[in-house]
């Protein structure tokens, strides 16, 4: 893989986790940084599962002259972190 296409991922792996902390409406830097990890975490298996599963890719980007998977990407970081939101909110509930 390019290097090219790790900062491809990276960038969208940042618009996933701001994403996150604009939707629910609070910022914390922790959060930021929690939801950056999740969303490169997710980023990458996204891009996995279009490689190894030959998905069509229905918004291609162009990175270094080959499709980057842009919708499968962003659909496995957004996810990922929404599914890590929704396990924390349930513990955050169970506790008070």
Known sequence: MPVNWYLAL????????????????????????LALVLALAGTALGWALYR???LPELVPMKVEGKDFPLLWAVTGGAVL???????????RRHRT
Not at 11 to 33: E, I, K, T
Not at 81 to 91: D, I, L, M
């Open 10 to 33: 990276l960038l969208v792996a940042g618009c996933v986790a701001l994403g996150d902390q604009l939707l629910r409406l609070r910022w914390s830097r922790g959060g930021f940084l």
């Open 52 to 54: 190894g599963m030959n």
């Open 81 to 91: 972190v929404g599914t890590f939101e929704q396990f924390a909110s349930r513990r």
